[in-house]
């Protein structure tokens, strides 16, 4: 039976272990290797890296293992179990990229403790978890289509205007002309980071609580600050231009009620052809005022018409819901999303440091390094940029009488 990652890891413990008492031993005396020690340290490096290569080989195969697992296909592990992964952070993009700073720090034997300067190249997925049908969307990045960038910058062209004037034309007539306005748009990725706070490095010497800290925190925020600029962005400084803020987004005044506005917001996209890709954004509060609609006898009807709004797979009008801190309240948005694209230049890069000077350390006027105190700090950040290929496949929607 095929060797389990962790029993390779222990083997080559074993081997590595052996042969460094060889080596201690002749150290000790002042002397060369005999030919027997020689020997046995040549057979001991071969197996080392014999056992190496099937340790990766073996760690390769569980984390597959792992990858069809959370992809539903139901295949047994075999291993120890991961920690959670904050499901929002999963489903953008991020999964235990944690692990990718790891095993930098670590080698096949196990971890060796967190050096006290680093970098680490986060490699998260381009592609993030896909929308699928009954499962709620939880993050906005995943209706985004997303580009790899490599230079910093980026261009393209921007659909202002459509005027299909396309027509049955007679034998020898003049054909009509359609209109199609563009824009250039030349634009760059801005980045988008934070610190940790000084963290002992005690505590950053579990593996377990670092991955937590890290997969949990540190991405998260990211995630959310991404989120809000893709939707809030200004446009000036460092910020991007965000769908509620470009020009040329339909609106969608209210309408009756809630249902009747959202359910018209979706006809507007509907005359221009765009839905294929489209979602909705709003505050989780929006959300629950919508689930928790009533009738004259305060029945709820959801289940009530489910043809409408499905709380389950947090869909409205059949089209996908996703929830926001960064969506305004009593306000919603509703846009075809393959009409946009997000550029990933960094997909995060995590680094840490204990050279960190703190003037207020110790108390008021009494400084120190982190170095001093045996601390840790940590950054993580990425470079991202927005296209709106077409600004009319946004809809604006005002959700208030």
Do not use: C
Request: charged share 25%; no cysteine; hydrophobic share 40%.
């Amino acid at each position: 039976m095929p060797m389990k990652f962790h029993e390779l890891r222990d083997e080559l413990r074993k081997t590595i272990d052996a042969a460094r008492a060889i080596q201690q031993k002749a150290e000790a005396e002042d002397r060369e290797f005999t030919p027997d020690e020689a020997k046995q340290l040549d057979e001991l490096i071969a197996k080392g890296h014999e056992l190496k290569k099937e340790a990766d080989r073996t760690k390769a195969a569980e984390t597959m293992h792992d990858a069809l697992k959370a992809l539903g296909e139901g295949v047994p592990a075999g291993h120890d179990t991961k920690s959670t992964v904050h499901p929002r952070v999963k489903a953008s993009g991020g999964t235990d990229w944690a692990e990718t700073m790891l095993s930098q720090v670590s080698g096949p034997t196990g971890y060796k403790g967190l050096l006290a300067n680093g970098t680490v190249a986060v490699n998260v997925p381009i592609t993030p978890e896909p929308v699928r049908m009954d499962v709620p969307v939880l993050s906005l990045r995943q209706l985004l289509p997303n580009v790899q960038n490599t230079t910093g910058r980026f261009a393209y062209l921007r659909q202002t205007a459509r005027n299909n004037n396309a027509a049955v034309v007679a034998p020898g007539a003049k054909k009509p002309t359609s209109t199609y306005s563009l824009d250039r748009v030349d634009d760059r990725v801005r980045t988008i980071a934070h610190l940790s706070e000084p963290i002992a490095k005690q505590d950053l010497d579990d593996v377990s609580m670092l991955r937590t800290f890290i997969d949990q925190e540190m991405r998260l925020g990211l995630d959310l600050a991404l989120e809000n600029e893709i939707l809030n962005g200004s446009g000036s400084g460092e910020h991007f231009t965000g769908l509620t803020n470009v020009s040329g987004a339909q609106v969608q005044a209210f309408a009756t009620n809630v249902l009747t506005t959202t359910r018209k917001a979706v006809t507007k996209l509907e005359r221009y052809g765009y839905l294929s890709g489209a979602g909705f954004v709003m505050t989780p509060e929006d959300w629950e005022t919508i689930e928790l609609l009533a009738d004259a006898n305060g029945q709820f009807y959801y289940g009530g018409p489910q043809t409408v709004v499905n709380p389950a797979s947090r869909r409205l009008w059949g089209v996908p819901v996703v929830v926001s801190d960064a969506a305004t309240d009593g306000s919603a948005l509703l846009a075809d999303f393959s009409q946009t694209r997000l550029q990933v230049r960094q997909d995060g890069v995590l680094d840490w440091s204990e050279n960190v000077y703190d003037p207020n350390a110790l108390g008021t006027g009494s400084g120190a390094t982190d170095f001093e105190r045996n601390m840790l700090r940590f950054r993580f950040e990425g470079r991202f940029g927005l296209e709106i290929l077409r600004p009319s496949a946004i809809v604006k929607i005002d959700l208030t009488a």
